[in-house]
């Protein structure tokens, strides 16, 4: 059986009495590109913040290589509140900073791009290797890590050369046209030496074209750098074209899985996204 | 390439900075105006630079730098008295005890005052870093007062010597000290802004949310920042009680603060070179240039009206409107100051003097700063 790298057990995240996402249990395994996809609201966005720490999730577990890194139950108020499943079955509580998944091996990029807007590309991009540097502010200072600096400027002129932003790694990242400012996203998540990429939406706002650019841009990423990639997406020709398995979810319950054709010809998943009428 | 150019061109920046400030000390009487404002200006260069690297570099918008002045003054204050002079100082309550035979030379004193505000720092950022944007800002105004407050409070009379302040503060002998000082400070100031950890402040600064992503702690680095600017701010403070040879608990207030952040602002919100050169030309033009408007002026027979005792701020706060009106985002924006800048500044006012210049070379060099 293949090897997963995530794993989502149960989680549930509820925000005061709404539950954003309800009980999802996901697993993604090594090399696999997997999608998460579901109409507006689903809570995709959300169990994508669970995952990488920006929400510390209500209820459930999360392993990373078979590591727990987040486990949380109900607590305080929510105890009263709460309307999920499974309460009282992770009685753990580990919690972790985005900063400290990220270093994991978790990389992650934006649905509305968050670039450094006001520095260069090469930039956005070095400033990603700051997470594995050994220095100290002392040793930083006094230039006593030339070694590493320079390195991690070496790497990072690598990974513009691969993904073909080295003809623009001077310029100011918000002046960048906005297929390359997703690719630059991209970059700055790779400069992590990530295992795991998450990402949210990389085809909003994109056309066809680029979105076809993107398909490719996403699979050589995977096979240049051996990632396993987990996205969100709302363009169904990139997810049927892209991911080896589907997962579906809407009211934030998981409605089905699977490869691309049975998530197609799937009558729940057709009646999520463009309803039932009544009259029959 | 562009980088030797920017490391050659700050170079040269802070060389012709130094010919000036020896070429002054050189050849003007010690009591002259130049020398007065030279002083005052890196001094005042020296906090609006740390000042800088808190709400220009990591984006912390912090009003505390007269608490962390006030605490540096006080420091180097109390622990370089001369032993001689203490029982002057202190003639009302007495010198505490441990104090009575104590004094430090004045580097170690410098140091230290940057320790105890760093210190001072560190324990205030545990849960004032929690706060965002402006509570963030309101509760370091507070802690500033708060500092004040306490050092001016009875209970601390014998150290602090209550409202009375303190006098009598040893300074350098030489007319260079400060100078020195100052040019160290923010040149480790430099050096750490241009490290990686540098790079992550302004990342810190552009956007949170992204920078926490790519791996950077949050937590650890605004503390770092704000217990380095504080260090500074510390010990220009100290270096202010050495210029005043007095410090009190007056001599640091809110206004302090508003006076250095105007200093920041004009300069440009993260530019250093920015934050000198207006540092110099706020308090030249505060202190210097425009003192003639405060006393009354005769042309012939004809007395021009409105001089008189505090008309020089008046037409102060009117260029510093007119600046923040036609120089939005300060002096030097968030540049440094370099000489494709300075080509482009006069390329831009004196088009008709590079005119022929400019059709020979590329055209698509465009200078990075405005001026």
């Keep these: 059986m293949a090897e997963h790298v995530l794993k989502i057990q149960d989680v549930t995240m509820q925000f005061g009495g709404v539950v954003a996402v309800d009980n999802l249990s996901l697993e993604v395994n090594r090399g696999e590109i997997v999608s998460l996809i579901g109409p507006n609201g689903a809570g995709k966005t959300t169990a994508f913040n669970a995952i990488t720490g920006v929400y510390e999730p209500t209820n459930g577990a999360i392993f990373f290589h078979d590591k727990m890194i987040v486990s949380n139950h109900p607590q305080g108020k929510m105890k009263k509140l709460y309307k999920g499943e499974n309460n009282g079955k992770y009685p753990k509580v580990i919690r972790k900073t985005p900063d400290k998944i990220t270093r994991l091996g978790m990389a992650r990029t934006f649905q509305n791009i968050r670039l450094f807007k006001s520095m260069t590309v090469f930039d956005n991009v070095l400033i990603a290797k700051h997470l594995r540097r050994t220095s100290n502010i002392f040793t930083a200072t006094f230039r006593l890590n030339y070694k590493e600096e320079k390195k991690m400027r070496e790497e990072t002129m690598e990974l513009l050369r691969i993904l073909d932003l080295l003809d623009v790694k001077d310029e100011i990242a918000s002046s960048l046209p906005y297929g390359k400012q997703r690719h630059l996203e991209i970059a700055?998540?790779?400069?992590?030496?990530?295992?795991?990429?998450?990402?949210?939406?990389?085809?909003a706002g994109m056309n066809p074209q680029e979105t076809d650019e993107l398909t490719a841009f996403i699979r050589r990423v995977r096979d240049e750098f051996h990632l396993t990639v987990f996205l969100i997406e709302h363009h169904m020709n990139l997810v049927m074209d892209i991911s080896d398995r589907i997962y579906v979810i809407d009211f934030g319950k998981l409605i089905a899985s699977g490869k691309p054709q049975e998530i197609q010809n799937n009558p729940e998943v057709i009646k999520a996204y463009l309803g039932v009428a009544d009259d029959e | 390439m562009t980088k030797t150019t920017k490391t050659i061109s700050s170079c040269v920046f802070a060389l012709v900075v130094a010919a000036a400030i020896v070429c002054v000390g050189q050849f003007s009487s010690p009591s002259s105006m130049l020398r007065t404002v030279l002083q005052m200006g890196a001094v005042y260069a020296l906090i609006a630079v740390s000042m800088n690297l808190l709400n220009g570099f990591t984006g912390l918008f912090s009003l505390g730098q007269a608490g962390f002045m006030t605490l540096g003054a006080y420091a180097y204050a109390i622990f370089t008295i001369p032993v001689d002079a203490r029982d002057g100082v202190?003639?009302?309550t007495g010198v505490a005890d441990w104090l009575k035979n104590f004094s430090l030379p004045i580097p170690v004193a410098l140091i230290l005052a940057g320790l105890v505000g760093a210190l001072c720092a560190y324990l205030v950022g545990i849960p004032v870093l929690r706060l965002k944007g402006d509570y963030f800002a309101i509760a370091t105004l507070g802690f500033a007062e708060i500092v004040r407050i306490v050092m001016a409070s009875t209970p601390l009379n014998r150290v602090t010597n209550g409202s009375m302040g303190l006098t009598k503060i040893p300074g350098f002998k030489s007319y260079y000290g400060i100078f020195i000082v100052a040019?160290?400070?923010?040149?480790?100031?430099?050096?750490?802004?241009?490290?990686?950890?540098g790079r992550s402040f302004k990342a810190i600064r552009d956007d949170e949310i992204a920078a926490e992503a790519m791996g950077i702690n949050l937590a650890h680095h605004k503390q770092l920042a704000f217990v380095i600017s504080s260090f500074f701010a510390s010990i220009g403070g100290a270096l202010m009680a050495m210029y005043l040879n007095a410090v009190s608990a007056t001599t640091f207030t809110v206004a302090v603060t508003y006076y250095i952040l105007l200093i920041v602002v004009i300069g440009g919100m993260g530019s250093v070179t920015g934050s000198v050169l207006s540092a110099f030309l706020v308090i030249a033009a505060k202190e210097w240039w425009l003192r003639p408007l405060d006393q009354e002026q005769f042309i012939g027979g004809f007395k021009i009206p409105l001089l008189r005792s505090g008309f020089r701020m008046v037409i102060f706060s009117v260029i510093l409107m007119l600046v923040v009106l036609f120089f939005r985002r300060g002096i030097m924006g968030d540049h440094e100051l370099s000489w494709d800048g300075i080509y482009g500044f006069f390329k831009k006012t004196l088009p008709s003097l590079f005119h022929r210049k400019n059709k020979t070379q590329d055209p698509e060099k465009e200078g990075g700063a405005n001026g």
């Design chain 1, 188 to 203: 700055r998540a790779l400069a992590t030496n990530p295992e795991l990429l998450l990402l949210d939406e990389p085809a």
């Design chain 2, 90 to 92: 202190y003639y009302l």
């Design chain 2, 183 to 197: 040019a160290i400070c923010i040149a480790l100031m430099v050096l750490m802004l241009n490290s990686t950890y």
